[in-house]
């Protein structure tokens, strides 16, 4: 297990990347673990192609925008839909990555299995819901994604060699700040909170803090 603190989708492509601390401290911790030829699910605008030369690389997105802005070789496609594992299928490559997108499955065991049909090698990591457990409580909101229990319990079919829980810390000075980090960041889903909770937030700054964690499975 891993513990670090740190300090302070379409419609906000443009700036994910400025905002996805944790996914890319992610990243660089597995870079060593990743193949020479990869596909990428959900691999947002946030190319792998920056930070490794591939002899071949495909990210795998559904959001139009983020592959404008993604600099590596891409495919549109959804990995909620068998069809994606169908071209992926076409494919000469070794491995099967995700660094911050498998949270967001419609039937996170059904996209494993098929992950397994591929007969690749995987790294996989998946946010649980206990990111931003202290705001959610605050608010009263329960999270949209997986328990880490649910999570290990679909990744059994994988039948993985090794899995890893990450948990991080960002702390932030004021609650416009962490309101705007959770916005932009591509992790906190189409949750709904009444405009009074929002109010009630920005006045008594409750929590400082947003806790991720992360299973990885590889």
Same mark, same amino acid.
């Given at each position: 297990?891993?513990?670090?603190?740190?300090?302070?989708?379409?419609?906000?492509?443009h700036t994910y990347g400025q905002y996805n601390v944790i996914q890319?401290?992610?990243?660089?911790?597995?870079?060593?673990?990743?193949?020479?030829?990869?596909?990428?699910?959900?691999?947002?605008?946030?190319?792998?192609?920056?930070?490794?030369?591939?002899?071949?690389?495909?990210?795998?997105?559904?959001?139009?925008?983020?592959?404008?802005?993604?600099?590596?070789?891409?495919?549109?496609?959804?990995?909620?839909?068998?069809?994606?594992?169908?071209?992926?299928?076409?494919?000469?490559?070794?491995?099967?990555?995700?660094?911050?997108?498998?949270?967001?499955?419609?039937?996170?065991?059904?996209?494993?299995?098929?992950?397994?049909?591929? +007969?690749?090698?995987? *790294? &996989?990591?998946?946010?649980?819901? !206990?990111?931003?457990?202290?705001?959610? /409580? @605050?608010?009263?909101? %329960?999270?949209?994604?997986?328990?880490?229990?649910?999570?290990?319990?679909?990744?059994?079919?994988?039948?993985?060699?090794?899995?890893?829980?990450?948990?991080?810390?960002?702390?932030?000075? +004021?609650?416009?700040? *962490? &309101?705007?980090?959770?916005?932009? !960041?591509?992790?906190?889903?189409?949750? /709904? @909170?009444?405009?009074? %909770?929002?109010?009630?937030?920005?006045?008594?700054?409750?929590?400082?803090?947003?806790?991720?964690?992360?299973?990885v499975v590889r």
């Amino acid at each position: 297990m891993e513990n670090v603190k740190l300090r302070g989708f379409d419609r906000f492509a443009h700036t994910y990347g400025q905002y996805n601390v944790i996914q890319k401290k992610i990243i660089k911790k597995y870079l060593p673990f990743l193949k020479n030829r990869v596909v990428d699910l959900g691999c947002g605008s946030e190319g792998l192609c920056k930070y490794k030369e591939f002899e071949f690389y495909l990210g795998i997105d559904s959001s139009e925008e983020m592959l404008k802005r993604n600099p590596c070789n891409t495919l549109r496609a959804d990995f909620n839909d068998k069809k994606c594992f169908e071209h992926i299928k076409k494919y000469d490559f070794d491995q099967v990555v995700s660094f911050s997108a498998l949270q967001w499955a419609k039937d996170l065991e059904d996209v494993f299995r098929h992950i397994k049909d591929l +007969n690749k090698d995987y *790294l &996989l990591a998946v946010f649980t819901s !206990s990111t931003f457990r202290s705001l959610h /409580r @605050v608010l009263g909101i %329960k999270s949209p994604i997986c328990s880490k229990e649910e999570i290990l319990k679909a990744s059994s079919v994988l039948n993985p060699e090794k899995i890893e829980i990450l948990n991080y810390e960002m702390m932030f000075d +004021n609650p416009k700040e *962490l &309101l705007e980090y959770i916005k932009y !960041s591509g992790v906190s889903g189409n949750i /709904r @909170v009444s405009p009074a %909770k929002i109010r009630e937030f920005l006045r008594n700054f409750p929590v400082n803090i947003l806790e991720f964690e992360i299973v990885v499975v590889r």
